[in-house]
């Protein structure tokens, strides 16, 4: 089973920017999806930006659309989410997770069959 872990996190004030990374190991990484979840305390987890195995193909929830990217680096077994222009509503543990599938971005959190212990981003104001 793949094992993921996720660094990057830390304190951020609005409107600064922040890159989450995530390291797999275990060969198949590369013909998986990957994304990028958040919770907040007592919140239920959501979807935040999901890519295809190939980088080819993302989506993203309305709320981070064109500030957060994700990305990957297949050679480095690794995902990462982009995110700029910060704002107090972005305060969350981000987890990654490796998809079922590869083809397309997975939106759903039960398309996700393995997670990362998260990381932090919380606001320094």
């Known amino acids: 089973q793949v094992q993921l872990v996720e660094s990057g996190g830390g304190l951020v004030q609005a409107g600064e920017s922040l890159r989450l990374s995530c390291a797999a190991s275990?060969?198949?990484?590369?013909?998986?999806?990957a994304g990028w979840f958040r919770q907040a305390p007592g919140k239920e987890r959501e979807f935040v930006a999901g890519?295809?195995?190939?980088?080819?193909?993302?989506d993203y929830a309305a709320t981070v659309k064109g500030r957060f990217t994700i990305s990957r680096d297949n050679d480095k077994s690794t995902v990462y989410l982009q995110m700029n222009s910060l704002t107090p509503e972005d305060r969350d543990v981000y987890y990654c997770?490796?998809?079922?599938?590869?083809?397309?971005?997975?939106?759903?959190?039960?398309?996700?069959?393995?997670w990362g212990q998260g990381t932090e981003v919380t606001d320094s104001s």
């Open positions: 997770a490796e998809a079922l599938m590869g083809l397309r971005p997975e939106v759903q959190e039960n398309g996700y069959a393995s």
């Open positions: 275990g060969e198949s990484f590369s013909t998986y999806g």
């Open positions: 890519i295809n195995w190939s980088g080819t193909s993302t």
